[in-house]
């Protein structure tokens, strides 16, 4: 599998913006996709999974509610639709993908990340 993240950019707080990943491979009924962000001096966290096989979804609980994680089949492509948007969600985010029922801890397959940026 390899991932290819764009959407990033500058905006205001309250502001939307949404996010996208191009995913290549095969068999990815198989696969669990999401998202991840690193802000400056912070550990990249958990934000978004989606199962392809089913959808099945799980947000962290910072953007619970305002962030949703979408795919698409026919094209193979991953959306992160990012809704009133603060400033604390100011991060580079990654699109990342693993076989379903594998931690994240795991072995992952990262995508080049896709600066953020809100201001107040």
């Known amino acids: 599998v390899q991932l290819q993240a764009s959407g990033g950019g500058e905006v205001q707080a309250g502001d939307s913006l949404k996010l996208s990943c191009a995913v290549s491979?095969?068999?990815?009924?198989?696969?669990?996709m999401g998202w991840f962000r690193q802000a400056p001096g912070k550990e990249r966290e958990f934000v978004a999974s989606?199962?392809?096989?089913?959808?099945?979804?799980y947000y962290a609980d910072s953007v619970e509610g305002r962030f949703t994680i979408s795919r698409d089949n026919a094209e193979k492509m991953v959306y992160l639709q990012m809704d009133s948007l603060k400033p604390e969600d100011t991060a580079v985010y990654y699109c990342?993908?693993?076989?379903?029922?594998?931690?994240?801890?795991?072995?992952?397959?990262w995508g080049r990340g896709t600066q953020v940026t809100v201001s107040s």
């Open positions: 989606i199962s392809w096989f089913d959808s099945a979804t």
């Open positions: 990342a993908s693993k076989e379903e029922g594998l931690s994240w801890k795991g072995r992952v397959t």
């Open positions: 491979g095969r068999n990815l009924r198989s696969y669990r």
